[in-house]
């Protein structure tokens, strides 16, 4: 956005002022640019758009200083950005166009510099910057926004005809890895989850649909979620279970506007079942699974863990060391020296050893070993190590 105040601090000016107060006007956005030669004829003054920058000489002031304020006048009425006259014939307003200056809010201005020509071209070049800028910029937004959720709202209108407050997925593989099987499943399913709306008065629509060789299902409910686990997640549950063998995953209820992410959770929760053999998993009740399968969803998340991983690593290939793998298994040990140690066949002084180097190749030798820890965990938290680490704790 270019304004009257930075037009006033172009280089090409050598002196600009306000030739009568003006409210705001160094604020007023500049949308374009004009010039007035000569005092127009009669009813012209329409070539002159809201948001331009006039500038003018007003040469015909000399000898007919009424035009002067008749072409002011009427330009102020248009609601141009501003009015800059190059103080060449007129050094000062009239009290008729100082008082319409202050009314409309549009600054009446006295500069001197370059040519008209030379002025006029450098505020067409800022304009074309900043109309580039703004191109830019929105692009940037665009890489940047994490969704459109009026996007997100219309694509699943698109897919489901759903309009609800919230959503629900479902992700489902069948036992038996066949396109027949997975036909047969979905009829099933589509009943079950017929049966499980009629139950709730809040569903305002079910839909199944075939994706990727699984079938992703989807509940959407009329209200908001009334709770971080609804109420009526573990009765939808109960009503998947009686279709026989199959694999499912859960995702929490969510927005609408967020149902993207819906379908991810639910994905998640299915992967989860697959690597534990269980029948049915729900994304509200993986804890560590959870945060595991965001961090592995997430870019930034996963260059920072390898940023980290790469420096241990470029260590280890140009000295022979093993931090990297000492590392990893330090963060799956949480942070317990002899447990580690076990882990790899090595006494628990050379662990420490190791986790001094660890902090100069990182540059934190001030840590503690608990912080070293934490920072690990992040680094290896999409690991198998530190993920079996946890999944043997949950177990025992």
């Not at 569903?203 to 709770?227: D, M, N, Q």
């Amino acid at each position: 956005m270019i304004t009257v105040g930075d037009v006033m601090n172009m280089r090409a000016f050598d002196n600009m002022w306000l030739a009568a107060p003006c409210e705001g006007a160094r604020e007023r956005e500049v949308h374009g640019v004009g010039t007035l030669d000569h005092e127009p004829f009669t009813g012209r003054y329409d070539l002159f758009s809201e948001g331009e920058m006039i500038f003018t000489t007003l040469g015909f002031a000399e000898m007919h200083p009424d035009l002067a304020e008749e072409a002011l006048l009427q330009l102020i009425e248009r609601n141009v950005a501003a009015v800059a006259v190059k103080a060449v014939v007129l050094h000062e307003v009239t009290p008729r166009v100082a008082a319409a200056s202050a009314e409309r809010g549009v600054p009446v201005l006295f500069y001197e510099g370059r040519f008209m020509e030379r002025v006029i071209a450098d505020l067409m070049n800022l304009l074309d910057d900043d109309a580039a800028e703004w191109e830019r910029n929105h692009l940037l937004d665009t890489i940047l926004a994490p969704s459109d959720e009026q996007a997100v709202r219309a694509t699943f209108f698109a897919i489901a005809g759903v309009t609800g407050a919230t959503i629900q997925c479902l992700a489902i593989r069948a036992v038996t890895d066949d396109d027949a099987s997975l036909r047969a499943l979905q009829r099933v399913v589509e009943g079950v989850l017929a049966d499980y709306a009629d139950r709730w008065d809040d569903v305002e629509r079910t839909f199944v649909c075939r994706y990727r060789g699984i079938l992703l299902g989807f509940v959407s409910f009329k209200r908001p979620p009334l709770k971080a686990i609804a109420i009526s997640e573990a009765d939808l549950e109960k009503y998947l279970s009686t279709i026989g063998p199959l694999v499912c995953g859960i995702s929490q209820e969510v927005p609408l506007s967020e149902g993207d992410i819906a379908v991810r959770q639910a994905m998640a929760a299915l992967r989860t079942a697959q690597d534990d053999g269980l029948s049915i998993v729900r994304w509200t009740t993986l804890r560590f699974d959870a945060f595991r399968a965001s961090a592995h969803t997430d870019r930034m998340y996963n260059r920072a863990s390898e940023m980290i991983r790469g420096v241990l690593f470029d260590y280890d290939a140009e000295h022979g060391a093993e931090l990297g793998r000492t590392a990893e298994a330090f963060a799956a040990s949480c942070g317990e020296v002899r447990a580690c140690a076990e882990a790899l066949f090595q006494h628990p002084n050379t662990v420490r050893y190791r986790l001094g180097k660890i902090k100069a190749v990182l540059s934190m030798e001030e840590c503690t070993d608990r912080e070293l820890a934490q920072l690990l965990f992040l680094v290896y938290l999409t690991g198998d190590s530190v993920a079996a680490h946890f999944k043997d704790i949950a177990i025992g």
